[in-house]
């Protein structure tokens, strides 16, 4: 059984069943009739799933309330009105008709409150990158219902692979979209309160492909393929685009990385570990902008030794190191020391 949906699943995604499936797998083959249905059901929504995906927004919370409203939403979304609504191409001569592949629900209780309160995640998955700019661009010109584009978060930050697994994880995370967004781009990284209690970072969240992790020159390769931060209205990032990142580089002057030590070895893998959020190798006015003319082994160099120098070497100004020394042990006898220094400045100059 196992070597046939082993040979199922490749026949309808085209690659090899992860292998931490068979642990899951087992037991299911073992037990009812129920369980093999599960398997069948598991196989057919992986490959169903597309890389262009949207989800939607600020869905009135009297639709997921209980199942029966629930139900109501989904009969809502099956009428003519809605697909006229949102699911149709008015750009083209004959109106032309762009319904999802597919779509996925996630309800789910949000106990980051103080009163916890149902929550729901619908994904809408369309046929093509086209198919999905004309949805999204239908759902949020009425503003009811807002589309967001989350296809970036599962496709490789790099070469713009699609992450299967990574997508079927991710349709059923019971989240937040705008914490899933901060744990991409913080790689996780939580400050905590008091900054005492922050956790370290774990680029693992962030959507590598398994070619690119292994590769910095692939990440070099694909450096104009990254994404930058967009507005927060459709999307949350930039599209994918060379000319932009093109013009960028012309318009930034390129770091000067000759005054790198020649047998200065980078200890990271990727210029992810070189930045506290992911937006910053994209943003040009970014202290760790990755310029485009510097490969990933560049830049990485050359971030580690401007930090170096930062910390230890050429510090310009000590006189500000010293006072926050001071500030750090007592706040109150620096503000003393600035107001004497300013009261007597102004006797000065009288
Ligand atoms: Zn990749």
């Known amino acids: 059984m196992y070597l046939l949906i082993s040979q199922l699943f490749i026949a309808i995604t085209g690659r090899n069943i992860p292998e931490e499936a068979f642990d899951v797998l087992f037991p299911l083959l073992q037990g009812e009739r129920k369980g093999r249905e599960d398997v069948c059901l598991g196989v057919t929504d992986y490959s169903r799933q597309t890389p262009h995906q949207i989800l939607l927004g600020s869905i009135p919370c009297e639709f997921y309330q209980s199942w029966e409203q629930f139900l109501e939403l989904k009969k809502k979304m099956r009428t003519k009105e809605w697909k006229n609504r949102y699911y149709l191409d008015r750009n083209t001569n004959i109106a032309r008709k ?51 584009d989350v296809s970036w978060m599962n496709c490789c930050v790099f ?23 901060k744990q991409i781009n913080r790689f996780g990284y939580n400050y905590g309160s008091n900054f005492a209690s922050s956790q370290k970072r774990n680029i693992s969240g962030v959507p590598i492909c398994g070619l690119c992790e292994g590769s910095k020159e692939r990440q070099g390769e694909h450096r104009m393929n990254m994404l930058s931060r967009g507005d927060w209205g459709e999307t949350l990032y930039h599209e994918r685009s060379e000319d ?23 200890g990271n893998k990727t210029p992810l570990e070189c930045v506290i959020t992911y937006w910053e190798l994209t943003d040009p006015m970014s202290d760790y902008y990755w310029h ?31 006072l926050w020394d001071q500030v750090e042990e007592d706040p109150l006898c620096v503000v003393e020391d600035v107001i004497d220094g300013i009261i007597q400045q102004l006797e000065e100059s009288q």
């Open 98 to 148: 762009c319904k999802p592949v597919w779509e996925s629900k996630t309800i789910w209780v949000d106990r980051t409150a103080e009163e916890p309160w149902t929550r729901l995640n619908y994904i809408l998955y369309m046929k093509s990158e086209e198919d999905k700019k004309v949805v999204l661009h239908n759902i949020n010109q009425y503003g009811d219902i807002r589309g967001i």
């Open 244 to 266: 932009y990142h093109r013009n960028l580089g012309d318009m930034y002057e390129k770091p000067d990385i000759r005054q790198i030590p020649v047998d200065l070895v980078s």
């Open 292 to 322: 485009p003319d510097l490969t990933a082994d560049e830049y990485m160099r050359w971030i580690e030794h401007t930090h170096l120098s930062d910390l230890n070497f050429d510090d310009p100004d000590l006189l500000d190191d010293d």
């Open 159 to 181: 070469c713009g692979e699609f992450m299967r697994q990574r997508s079927y994880s991710f349709k059923s995370d019971k989240s937040d979209i705008e914490y899933m967004c």
